[in-house]
């Protein structure tokens, strides 16, 4: 594992976009696993501003709340659309997202799965990490589940994300996530992390022990991930 304590988040969102850009210019048809949630924000932001060029990346988002209106400007789609996608010459028919409004969401995570088994597999996958330790939104459990799939979201995820809605909509208490399976299998993983908020989580990732109840752990077996976040998060290690 490779660590960077970065002074601040404009840092951290800039050396991330300097590894990410590496992987885009190496490899012009990178397949891309790309979280959503306010820590990759700067990092899509600084990607952006290097007008690299996307047309042959494809890009797979690792999480949607269920049920959520694709119109909602809180889905994962939406943000994923406004923050980055709609900034760069990606192609649209090469970003996948997960449908918040699929009538059958079993057979939509399997096709999401299927997708990203057709190009080979994530290349590279960008995450965040939760509160509770929680990656993509595999949430902490007695078992994790290796395939895309649709699951409950804990009440510290839903308390959490109640500040990303309005007051008189209710968060949607389930998601479909890309799973850890397909997440461990992608060569290379950049796990971000900022702020104060997130310390508790980063130091037990780093406390040398691994469990299901903080998915985020599980990353201590991956061949390649690089962990950047600012001081405030690394507070605790
Ligand atoms: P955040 O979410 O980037 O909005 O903090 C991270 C996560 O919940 O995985």
């Keep these: 594992m490779i660590k960077f304590v970065c002074n601040d988040y404009n840092e951290m969102s800039s050396l991330a976009s300097e590894i990410i850009a590496g992987q885009i210019v190496g490899k012009p048809d990178t397949v ?6 306010g820590t990759p924000i ?21 999480g949607e709340y269920y049920p ?11 943000q994923l659309f406004d923050s980055f996608i709609n900034k760069i ?14 009538a059958d969401p079993n057979s939509e995570c399997e096709n999401f799965d299927k997708k990203i088994s057709h190009m080979g597999g994530l290349d590279m996958v ?3 990490i939760g509160l509770n330790g929680h990656i993509g939104f595999n949430e902490p459990a007695e078992r994790l589940i ?13 308390e959490e994300h109640a500040k990303f809605f309005d007051a008189d909509e209710t968060v949607p208490h389930k998601s479909m996530t890309m799973g850890m ?38 990353l201590n077996l991956h061949h390649d991930v ?3 976040m600012d001081k405030a998060a690394a507070s605790k290690i």
């Excluded at 891309?32 to 949630?37: P, Y």
């Excluded at 290796?146 to 839903?158: E, F, M, P, V, Y």
Aim: glycine share 8%.
């Design 126 to 128: 960008v995450l965040g």
């Design 42 to 62: 700067g990092t899509y932001m600084e990607l952006i501003k290097k007008r690299l060029d996307f047309s042959k990346i494809a890009i797979f988002n690792i």
């Design 89 to 102: 010459n990606a192609k649209r028919e090469n970003v996948h997202t997960l449908n918040g409004e699929a």
């Design 68 to 78: 959520i209106s694709n119109s909602n400007t809180q889905s994962n789609r939406f």
């Design 181 to 218: 399976g397909t997440i461990f299998a992608a060569n290379r993983i950049v796990l971000l992390a900022n702020g104060a908020n997130k310390a508790d989580a980063v130091s037990q990732k780093f406390s040398g022990v691994i469990t299901t109840t903080c998915p985020a752990t599980l």
């Design 226 to 228: 690089t962990i950047i």
């Design 146 to 158: 290796l395939s895309c799939h649709l699951g409950d979201l804990t009440a510290r995820t839903i």
């Design 32 to 37: 891309l696993g790309l979280a959503t949630g």
